[in-house]
C-alpha cells in the first residue's frame, strides 16, 4: 500500500509569489491534515479536510487555504509568500471517520519551501 | 492555552543504553496521546495511548500513559545508532481534529 505522497520535494520562491502544494493521501483514507514545521515553532496544525470539507483550522493567516477534491487528494495554498513561510510542509492523513475516530495518522515525506 | 511539553529538548547516549523520555500535557478534553519518530522526513508512527496504565509495546520501544497526572513515557532499552531521531508527542482531543504537538526530544545515540 503505498504511503502519503507530497508533491513537489522542495521549492524556491520569492517574497509575495503564491505557491500550491500537494498531497495524496493513503488508498481509503478521507482524513488529511497539513501541519507547517519550523526549528521555531515545531509542528503547527493548518487544516483539516474530510470529504472536501475543512473540519478543523489552526491558527494561520488566511493567505493559508487549502481544498480537498473528490479522491481525497489535497492541495495547500500559500499567497503573497513571507519569509517566514520557509517551512518544511508536511501533510497525513488518517482514516477520519467520525465516530470511534481512533485511528492515527500517517505522514508524507513533506514539501521543503525555501522564500528568498 | 492548551500545551504539550516534552523533556529532555535533547539528549545524547552511547548504544545499549536505556533512555526515558516524557511527555506531559495540559488540554480540555483529551482523547489520545502518539509518539511519532522522526528522522529525516516523514513522521512515523510508533504508538497511540488513550487509556492509563496500558502499556503499549513495540521491540525495544515502550510506551504509558498517566491520565490522572497527565503525562507520558516512551522508553528505548539498549538503543542503536538507529534510534537517532527526533521523537515527537502530540494530543488530539475529542470534537477537535488536530494534534498539538510537543517540540519533540532530539535523541542521538553514539557508537
Known amino acids: 500500500k503505498a504511503g502519503v505522497t507530497q508533491t513537489p520535494r522542495y521549492l524556491i520562491k520569492t517574497r509575495g509569489q503564491q505557491v500550491t502544494l500537494s498531497c495524496s493521501p493513503i488508498?481509503?483514507?478521507?482524513?488529511v491534515s497539513w501541519y507547517q514545521q519550523t526549528p521555531g515553532q515545531g509542528l503547527q496544525f493548518l487544516f483539516e479536510?474530510?470529504?472536501?470539507?475543512?473540519?478543523n483550522k489552526g491558527n494561520f493567516p488566511g493567505r493559508f487555504s487549502g481544498r480537498q477534491f473528490s479522491n481525497s487528494r489535497s492541495e495547500m495554498n500559500v499567497s503573497t509568500l513571507e519569509l517566514g513561510d520557509s517551512a518544511l510542509y508536511l501533510c497525513?492523513?488518517?482514516?477520519?471517520?467520525?465516530?470511534?475516530?481512533?485511528?492515527?495518522?500517517?505522514f508524507g515525506d513533506g514539501t521543503r519551501l525555501s522564500i528568498l | 492555552e492548551d500545551k504539550v511539553v516534552q523533556s529532555p529538548l535533547s539528549l545524547v547516549v552511547h548504544e545499549g543504553d536505556t533512555v526515558t523520555l516524557n511527555c506531559s500535557y495540559e488540554?480540555?478534553?483529551?482523547?489520545?496521546l502518539l509518539w511519532y519518530k522522526q528522522e529525516k522526513k516523514a513522521p512515523t508512527f510508533l504508538f497511540m495511548l488513550?487509556?492509563?496504565?496500558i502499556e503499549k509495546k513495540s521491540g525495544r520501544l515502550s510506551s504509558i500513559l498517566d491520565k490522572k497526572e497527565l503525562f507520558s513515557i516512551l522508553n528505548i532499552t539498549a538503543t542503536q545508532t538507529g534510534d537517532s531521531a527526533v521523537y515527537l508527542c502530540?494530543?488530539?482531543?475529542?470534537?477537535?481534529?488536530?494534534?498539538?504537538f510537543g517540540a519533540g526530544t532530539r535523541l542521538t545515540v553514539k557508537p
Open positions: 479536510y474530510f470529504s472536501e470539507t475543512q473540519r
Open positions: 488513550t487509556s492509563s496504565g
Open positions: 497525513a492523513s488518517s482514516l477520519g471517520v467520525l465516530t470511534g475516530n481512533n485511528q492515527p495518522q500517517h
Open positions: 502530540a494530543v488530539e482531543e475529542y470534537n477537535n481534529n488536530d494534534m498539538r
Open positions: 488540554v480540555t478534553n483529551f482523547r489520545s
Open positions: 488508498s481509503g483514507h478521507r482524513s
